[in-house]
C-alpha cells in the first residue's frame, strides 16, 4: 500500500526568504502522480503543483519548484521570496490512475514579517 | 479545470441533529466525491458520490450515517446524521479529472462543529 509521509508538523520562513517542506512516499508503482496542495484558512484545497513521476524534469510554477528524486522516493516543495499569503497547510498526495489519493498529514507554514 | 461551490462554509449544530452540505460544479463531471478533515489531521475518502445509483463507501463509512445523493453529473449532497461532537470536521466536496493530466479540485469547504 502506498504512504506519504511528511515529516515536519510546522515550518517557518522568513518573507521574502526560501523554504523547503518535505515530503517521502513509497509505493511499489512505477508510473504515477504527486501534488502538493495548500490550504489556507479559508479551508480550500488548492493545487500548487504537480509532477509526473515519469518526467525527469522537476515541476515549476511561478515562485513553486519541487525537487523530485524518484529513487529516494522524495517530493520536496520549494517556495521562493515567501510572501504572507503562503501561509497555510501543505499537504503533499500521491495519486495513480485513480481518484483515491493519499495525502500526507501536512506541514503548517508560517511566514514572519 | 473546474470550480465547485460548496455550501455550507460553516455550522454549528446541536447534538442528535442532521446537517446536509451541498455541492455544486461549474461542468459535468463523472467523479464527486466526499472527504474528511477532522482537526489537526490529514483527508480521508468517505465515498464516492455515483450518478444515479447509490454512493460506494469507504472502510468506515456507511450510508446510515452519511446518505449521499448524487441526482445529476454537477450537483451532490452529503448528509452527516444524528450528529456527536466526534463529527466535528471539515467537509469537502471534490472531482477528478482522470486522464494525463489527473488532477482533484476541490470545494471551499464546510467546517462543522457539533456541540
Known amino acids: 500500500a502506498q504512504t506519504v509521509t511528511q515529516s515536519q508538523p510546522e515550518m517557518s520562513v522568513q518573507e521574502a526568504e526560501t523554504v523547503t517542506l518535505s515530503c517521502t512516499y513509497d509505493?511499489?508503482?512505477?508510473?504515477?502522480?504527486l501534488f502538493w496542495y495548500k490550504q489556507p484558512p479559508s479551508r480550500q484545497m488548492i493545487l500548487v503543483i504537480r509532477?509526473?513521476?515519469?518526467?525527469?524534469q522537476n515541476a515549476t510554477e511561478n515562485r513553486f519548484s519541487v525537487n523530485f528524486q524518484k529513487a529516494a522516493k522524495s517530493f520536496s516543495l520549494k517556495i521562493s521570496d515567501s510572501q504572507l499569503g503562503d501561509a497555510a497547510m501543505y499537504f503533499c498526495?500521491?495519486?495513480?490512475?485513480?481518484?483515491?489519493?493519499?495525502f500526507g498529514t501536512g506541514t503548517r507554514l508560517k511566514v514572519l514579517a | 479545470s473546474a470550480v465547485i461551490s460548496q455550501k455550507p462554509s460553516r455550522d454549528i449544530c446541536q447534538r442528535g441533529t442532521s446537517l446536509t452540505i451541498q455541492c455544486q460544479v461549474d461542468?459535468?463531471?463523472?467523479?464527486m466525491f466526499w472527504y474528511r478533515q477532522q482537526p489537526g489531521q490529514s483527508l480521508t475518502l468517505i465515498a464516492t458520490?455515483?450518478?444515479?445509483?447509490?454512493?460506494?463507501?469507504e472502510s468506515g463509512f456507511v450510508i446510515d450515517k452519511f446518505p449521499i445523493s448524487r441526482p445529476n453529473l454537477t450537483f451532490s449532497t452529503l448528509t452527516v446524521s444524528n450528529m456527536s461532537p466526534e463529527d466535528s470536521s471539515i467537509y469537502l466536496c471534490?472531482?477528478?479529472?482522470?486522464?494525463?493530466?489527473?488532477?482533484?479540485?476541490f470545494g471551499s469547504g464546510t467546517q462543522l462543529s457539533v456541540l
Open positions: 498526495a500521491w495519486g495513480r490512475g485513480t481518484y483515491k489519493y493519499i
Open positions: 509505493t511499489s508503482e512505477s508510473d504515477y502522480y
Open positions: 509532477q509526473e513521476a515519469y518526467k525527469q
Open positions: 461542468s459535468q463531471v463523472t467523479m
Open positions: 458520490a455515483n450518478q444515479g445509483s447509490e454512493a460506494t463507501y
Open positions: 471534490s472531482v477528478w479529472t482522470g486522464g494525463s493530466g489527473e488532477k482533484l479540485f
